[in-house]
């Protein structure tokens, strides 16, 4: 069975940044999509970010994210990241990693495979 784990999550001021990877094993990392998605209590799984398998294309889920994330890879490494930057406290969540086989698949039940999540939690 496929493995993601998460790990960069923590606590930063608003205004901060954070790196996010998440290292998967049990599956052949180059050639699946890799995404970031996020929940915050008491709201709906969010669409963050997502890679394609070789790390050229990518998409993110509105035009703040844009500016302020970035999500990358190493397929040496079987890792992806997602670089946040400009954090405010509306970024707090818990942020989640997954694997797909489909192309920049944007919806949550399009991955195939997804970590256990790591916290985030900005404060103004």
């Known amino acids: 069975q496929a493995q993601l784990v998460e790990s960069g999550g923590g606590w930063v001021q608003a205004g901060g940044s954070l790196r996010l990877s998440c290292a998967a094993s049990r599956l052949t990392f180059s050639i699946y999509a890799m995404g970031w998605f996020r929940q915050a209590p008491g709201k709906e799984r969010e669409f963050v970010s997502v890679?394609?398998?070789?790390?050229?294309?990518?998409?993110y889920g509105d035009s703040s994210m844009k500016g302020r994330f970035t999500v990358s890879r190493d397929n040496a490494k079987n890792t992806v990241y997602l670089q946040m930057s400009s954090l405010k406290p509306d970024d707090t969540a818990i942020y989640y990693c997954?694997?797909?086989?489909?192309?920049?698949?944007?919806?949550?039940?399009?991955?195939?495979?997804w970590g256990q999540g790591t916290q985030v939690t900005v404060s103004s």
């Open positions: 890679i394609d398998a070789l790390g050229v294309n990518t998409y």
């Open positions: 997954a694997a797909s086989s489909g192309w920049l698949p944007k919806v949550a039940t399009e991955y195939d495979y």
